[in-house]
């Protein structure tokens, strides 16, 4: 690594030019940022507007509602729902086993083997493809998986006696917590990083034990970190589509795969922008959320920075 | 007040391979603050921390009051403590941070609210008790932090570095006021610093501690005038090293014969003596032996750097007002005040004088 | 001794301990599945068959002709992405901080926009801009890379824009300029060379980001990676799953080297500062 001095190496001085100061909005600056900004306007605010525009486009080519109206079929409804539902459900197991993982981590020492094994881990499992977790999932509790078949000849136990339910919506569950856990952990440590240590200390020498320690001063403290990392893990879940298209190859009992149907199977007629009204709907939802993370983000930043 | 006596025995206290305290013993009187002064390692801060609970010791007792609180956790010791920075708790405002302890306490609204008001008016920050510490200055956090310590009237006050995260004035400033704020309240206290300057303003006795023992421990004047050890007399303070000559009880330093500090237990012969800026003049001289090196401007002092024959350079320490007289290359007469003075048997010490750790004036 | 402290640390590290014990069982537990299913010889024996055959490069590809296909397009895919976006993202995220403060909000936002446009909904609105891409450029997977540019804006852009804070960057130009440099030379030889971690950083997340990706690549019907082995899982379950355990085995110790060589970086960096 060159000493930072030896870089700027220019032996002969150009003359100054006065610049321009001030945000002149026609600036020759701006030429600097127009491939970026032409990138972007083609590969996603394009693909936005097909979208947003799309969800009220009829099959002539006019305005109308009745995609949006649509919505409203109880299959789609129920759709709805029941990402909602696993969302939420994946989303709290995930924050709450996570935050504990985080905690244990961070208890330890911040260069030692444990944190570092578990960060990169986590690291992995948070932004790796679905299908290759749902397929580690087949090998593990699929109908010849080493659990099923483990838990069938030597327990006893069938654990599909009731239908198999790894490829439905409880399959979804245990294996969206496998990457939210690990999600969790990534979102929260950096809170958790933040509590100083002097603030424990300051609680003990005025008389606090440590529950009162933690009701009082890390429990607030950490509270918008733990509920603004959630809502993440939710979207997160929300949002996810491989390893649910990869686990699921009969119906389409969450949104992001009706979408899929929507996109590959026949169009009925009347009815080819259904697909783009429920990614507005997704969009909408997933906004929210993220919006309302944002908002307990600054609150965060605010105390443990 | 509820002040206690504080008394640290033996104290004892090892990380991996280093002995950060070796056998301490300290003595505090009731509403005593003794100031614990020495370089980063010496185990100053581990022998607060100790005390405060918040650390374990090896072997040693430690008794507060007469009882021995070696099994009494960190948070039943009815210790204030204040730390060098970020412990006011972010999320609650000045106000409800002193008032901390009190609600742990379960003390009433109305009688929280109002003794946090009175610490936080005697602290000098009454006006900002809405305030969160993101809106305070650091200076202003740590009057916080001090109201919030002693709002639980604690029977001791422990103090680690309060003032080193903040600026040089402030610095100054607060300092009084802690002292001004614990003769007030009257708890004895216990400050840690190393800052020599801060120890020597503040304190009724200063303990200065090196490797983990304590060197020497006594009223500030007397730590600084008679130091019991060449590092004592280093540390807190300018030295210049002269070479000299001990023998008939007396040293001979640049031709002068100056008494040695009592307890001094240095053969006879070549030797290393300390001696004070402050007690070495400065006279223009055509025939004087000295020459003005370098000069250096100080507000109400000046220090003079003179070199002497045989390379020895001296730092004098003389009114401002003088440098007119004395600019550089002046031929001058340098004189050593009759003032006792510490001797090292280590000739291997002698060294700049410029270059000494110490005081910063 | 009371020791009462040292209690307490010994309780946390027990308490670390079990956690991490416990949740690694459950995440280590399908990958062990995943090396069990794949070893599995006739009559309960182990067998390596799959693994030999994965290893040797080239009857994979006769055998599995769609996997090598997917491999091949992912390991371009990877490239190319990592290319277009540094070189889309870091003169333009530096060339703001330095020129254009006022447009950093904008910037962000955008960049952060990926994050609230699910990959199943932009899919949705990629087919039409896609049948031009098509139209100019050809119907390769490789064409994939300006939509993974775009899934990786949000983390990269994090991950650059961190560096870019760390490093002060608006006094290094400035000292700079001021000893006379053009702007070539300050992004060359003055921001680049102090951001590398930072870069090496967003790289790496844009790596995983293409290895993993599975959504639009599959939607707009092109071969990468993970399309080939959700095809192969159709046909031999366990080729696919010794695939996938590779995957993120290979995913895995990726990430720690990163991880080391990381800190060697900011060591060396804080080193060279303080010389």
Same mark, same amino acid.
């Given at each position: ?305 | ?26 003595? *505090?009187?009731?509403?005593?603050? +003794? ?9 100053? &801060? ?142 004895? &206290? *216990? ?14 006795? +200063? ?100 070199? *002497? ?33 510490? +001797? ?18 | ?71 091949? #397009? ?133 790596? #995983? ?32 799953? #010794? ?33």
């Amino acid at each position: 690594m060159t000493d930072r001095t030896t870089l700027l190496v220019d032996p002969a001085p150009t003359p100054t030019t006065p610049r321009r100061r001030g945000g002149r909005w026609f600036s020759r600056d701006l030429l600097g940022v127009v491939p970026f900004f032409l990138f972007v306007a083609v590969f996603l605010v394009i693909p936005t507007l097909v979208v947003v525009i799309g969800s009220f486009g009829g099959t002539g080519g006019g305005v109308t509602l009745d995609n949006l109206a649509a919505l409203g079929d109880d299959y789609i409804v129920d759709a709805f729902l029941r990402s909602i539902a696993l969302s939420a459900v994946t989303a709290m197991l995930g924050a709450i086993f996570g935050a504990l993982l985080a905690y244990a981590v961070v208890t330890g020492r911040p260069d030692g083997v444990v944190r570092r094994a578990v960060t990169a881990a986590c690291g992995v499992l948070a932004q790796f493809g679905g299908v290759t977790l749902a397929f580690a999932f087949i090998a593990t509790l699929g109908l010849s998986g080493f659990v099923t078949v483990f838990l069938r000849d030597q327990v006893g136990i069938d654990i599909y006696s009731g239908g198999v339910w790894l490829f439905d919506l409880p399959g979804l569950v245990l294996v969206y917590t496998y990457f939210q856990i690990p999600l969790m952990v990534i979102v929260f440590l950096p809170a958790l990083d933040g509590i100083r240590p002097q603030w424990r200390e300051a609680a003990e020498s005025l008389g606090g034990s440590t529950w009162y320690y933690w009701r009082r001063v890390a429990g607030p403290l950490l509270a918008p970190a733990f509920l603004g990392a959630t809502l993440l893990l939710f979207a997160n879940a929300f949002s996810a589509y491989a390893t649910a298209a990869a686990l699921v190859s009969q119906g389409s009992p969450i949104v992001p795969l009706q979408i899929r149907s929507a996109l590959t199977s026949e169009v009925i007629l009347g009815r080819e922008n259904i697909g783009k009204a429920m990614a507005l709907g997704m969009v909408v939802v997933v906004a929210v959320v993220m919006w309302l993370y944002a908002v307990l983000q600054r609150r965060t930043s605010r105390w443990l920075d | 007040m509820n002040s206690v006596a504080v008394r640290l025995e033996g104290l004892s206290r090892r990380f991996g391979a280093v002995q950060a305290l070796d056998g301490l013993d300290l003595d *505090l009187a009731p509403g005593e603050l +003794v100031a614990l002064l020495g370089p980063s390692g010496c185990g100053k &801060t581990t022998a607060l921390r100790i005390l405060a609970g918040l650390e374990d010791a090896d072997s040693g007792r430690i008794m507060v009051g007469g009882k021995d609180v070696a099994n009494v956790p960190a948070n039943r010791r009815d210790m204030g403590m204040v730390f060098q920075a970020y412990s006011l708790f972010p999320h609650l405002t000045a106000l409800e941070n002193v008032e901390f302890g009190l609600r742990l306490r379960r003390q009433a609204a109305a009688a929280r609210r109002a003794r946090a008001h009175e610490m936080l008016e005697l602290v000098g920050i009454g006006a900002h008790a809405t305030r969160y510490p993101q809106q305070l200055s650091g200076g202003q956090q740590q009057r916080v932090a001090l109201a919030r310590a002693l709002a639980i009237q604690p029977q001791v006050l422990l103090l680690d570095e309060p003032l080193s995260a903040l600026d040089a004035k402030v610095r100054v400033q607060l300092r009084d006021e802690i002292r001004r704020i614990q003769l007030e309240v009257g708890t004895t &206290t *216990l400050f840690v610093t190393h800052d020599q300057e801060e120890a020597l303003a503040l304190a009724d006795r +200063v303990g200065v501690m090196r490797a983990g023992r304590l060197e020497q421990i006594g009223p500030p004047e007397d730590v600084y005038r008679s130091p019991a050890t060449p590092f004592v007399a280093d540390f807190v303070g300018l030295s210049n090293r002269l070479p000299g000559r001990v023998g008939d009880g007396i040293v001979e330093v640049l031709g002068a014969r100056l008494p040695l500090v009592a307890g001094t237990d240095v053969p006879d012969g070549p030797a290393t003596a300390l001696v004070r800026p402050e007690s070495v003049d400065v006279t223009a001289d055509p025939d004087g032996a000295g020459r003005v090196l370098a000069a250096s401007f100080l507000g109400p002092m000046a220090r003079i750097t003179v070199a *002497l024959p045989g390379d020895t350079l001296v730092v004098a320490q003389v009114a401002s007002a003088r440098l007119a007289d004395l600019p550089p290359e002046t031929a001058v007469r340098v004189d050593l005040r009759p003032v006792p003075v510490v +001797v090292s048997g280590d000739r291997s010490e002698t060294a700049d004088p410029r270059t000494h750790s110490g005081a910063e004036l | 001794m009371a020791g009462l402290v040292r209690r307490r640390v010994r309780r946390q590290r027990i308490l670390r301990w079990v956690v991490v014990t416990v949740l690694g069982v459950f995440f280590l537990l399908p990958l062990f599945a995943m090396l069990e299913f794949t070893t599995r010889g006739a009559g309960g024996t182990l067998t390596a068959e799959t693994w030999r055959t994965f290893f040797d490069w080239r009857q994979l590809g006769e055998t599995y002709p769609v996997l090598w296909a997917g491999m091949k #397009a992912s390991f371009g895919l990877v490239i190319l992405s990592v290319l277009l976006t540094l070189l889309l993202l870091v003169p333009t995220v530096v060339w703001v901080r330095l020129r254009l403060p006022r447009l950093r909000r904008t910037v962000e936002f955008i960049c952060l926009l990926p994050l609230t446009i699910p990959a199943i909904v932009l899919v949705v609105g990629l087919a039409p801009v896609y049948a031009w891409v098509v139209y100019f450029v050809g119907g390769s997977s490789l064409t994939l890379t300006f939509a993974y540019t775009i899934l990786a804006l949000p983390f990269a852009y994090r991950a650059i824009d961190a560096g870019l804070s760390a490093i002060d960057v608006r006094t290094l130009t400035e000292a700079a300029r001021g000893l006379g440099a053009g702007w070539a030379t300050v992004m060359w030889r003055v921001v680049l060379p102090n951001m590398r971690s930072a870069v090496l950083s967003a790289a790496f997340i844009t790596v #995983a980001l293409v290895l993993g990706e599975f959504t639009i690549a599959s939607l707009l019907n092109r071969q990468n990676l993970q399309v080939a082995i959700d095809q192969l899982g159709k046909s031999s379950a366990t080729m696919s799953i #010794a695939v996938s355990l590779a995957a993120l085995v290979l995913a895995f110790v990726l990430l720690l080297l990163l991880s080391f060589a990381g800190r060697g970086l900011r060591r060396r960096q804080r080193e060279g500062s303080a010389s």
